[in-house]
């Protein structure tokens, strides 16, 4: 088939969404479809590319104010419109959108062209976190608008599933993500990596993801004095100088990609995830599949990912007190900890990206043949804890 990928954000900028249309391109690619990518430009000179078989056409965009690594698209239904009309595609796959995505749906809709819109980014609930608490109510209209209009909304969780339906969404389906478990696995456990960010031996207690205001990274101070540990911070973002400030006895790895970061999250003794906001959080599967437990704030997709007192533990949103006692309890008592790291390995075994691509396959397949949510047969992920539970 034909198929247009309308992205928020792309490369090289890395983040969840990037990383899931990489790997969807990947099994788009091995079946042979031709598939175009719709993204802002990189730069004000950038050209289009190739990226895994798929035509990248880059559209102008601006840094946006405050976080300059993330761009946003200039240019108006209209030309989105012309570049679909002139591709032609079966179907048009709408990644986290929300400003590109916002004009493609619009324009897919004139063009009588099916769209599968994909639910990532709880993108109004961060208005508050960054001072805007005003815009919450325009960019909920925004995200509701989006997907009353798409053909069909694809969601990550069952939080973000009854999120979406309490606003009225009904065309709506579960879509998880897969997770490379040949990648991360407890075999790239380093004794020399650990060594290098704790050499004095300490239980290492880390965390994944961008370092921006949406993450809450600054709620790990909580940990800080711990003893006989050491916290580890592996990514970048805008708000890097000010949680190396608030987290003066932290290790902060910066980016890490590929297999240093599967290296470096097999080194973690336990992994912490303190956002909110996350409609799945793809680093806590990484975290699980590398035969590491979690400490996640129960909100949003980790409820769907770990398992209370088996897998790890799940925290009342913005109770820090809670926070520290779970990660003491896990650090605290090695068979503990080993007994939810076996857990937690196994209950990400079989969700595999090739699995997942083929999932979201058939959701392209029924929205072109017209075939409504449910009738054409239950999807690889229809539980709430995934294949393994």
């Not at 032609?88 to 062209?113: E, K, M, N």
């Not at 969700?351 to 017209?370: E, F, K, M, Q």
Request: proline share 6%; hydrophobic share 45%; aromatic share 8%.
């Amino acid at each position: 088939m034909r198929i247009a990928i309308v992205a928020e954000s792309f490369l090289p900028l890395m983040n969840g969404v990037t990383h899931s249309i990489l790997r969807v391109l990947e099994h788009l690619q091995e079946r042979g479809d031709e598939v175009m990518v719709i993204a802002p430009s990189t730069s004000d000179t950038d050209v289009s590319s190739v990226e895994k078989g798929a035509y990248v056409h880059r559209l102008p965009s601006v840094p946006l104010a405050g976080y300059t690594n993330v761009r946003v698209a200039l240019g108006g239904v209209n030309r989105v419109k012309r570049i679909l009309a002139d591709f032609s595609p079966d179907v048009v796959h709408l990644a986290s959108p929300f400003v590109l995505g916002w004009r493609a749906v619009q324009a897919a809709h004139q063009l009588g062209i099916p769209t599968v819109a994909i639910y990532q980014t709880e993108v109004p609930s961060y208005a508050a976190r960054y001072g805007v608490p005003f815009l919450e109510n325009w960019a909920w209209n925004r995200v509701d608008n989006i997907h009353l209009l798409a053909t069909r909304t694809l969601v990550p969780s069952t939080f973000a599933l009854n999120q979406l339906r309490g606003r009225g969404i009904l065309r709506v389906d579960m879509w998880r993500r897969g997770v490379d478990t040949a990648r991360f696995s407890p075999a790239k456990r380093s004794t020399a990596w650990r060594s290098s960010v704790a050499p004095d031996g300490h239980r290492i207690i880390g965390y994944v993801g961008r370092l921006a205001v949406e993450k809450q990274v600054e709620d790990l101070a909580v940990l800080a004095d711990l003893p006989n540990t050491k916290l580890v911070i592996v990514g970048d973002g805008p708000q890097k100088e000010l949680l190396q400030a608030a987290l003066p006895t932290a290790h902060f790895a910066g980016f890490l990609g590929g297999d240093a970061l599967a290296e470096a999250v097999a080194g973690f003794d336990l992994f912490v995830h303190p956002g909110e906001f996350e409609t799945f959080c793809q680093t806590i599967q990484e975290a699980m599949a590398s035969g590491v437990p979690v400490v996640a704030t129960g909100r949003g997709g980790p409820l769907d990912l770990v398992e209370n007192s088996r897998t790890g533990w799940l925290y009342e949103p913005g109770n820090l007190a809670q926070l520290r006692g779970y990660v003491q309890d896990l650090i605290g008592d090695d068979a503990k900890r080993r007994a939810f790291a076996t857990a937690a390995h196994a209950s990400v075994q079989g969700r595999t990206w090739p699995v997942l691509s083929a999932d979201l396959v058939r959701h392209y397949n029924d929205v072109i043949a017209g075939v409504p949510i449910g009738t054409s047969g239950p999807s690889e992920f229809t539980s709430s804890k995934g294949p393994s539970s």
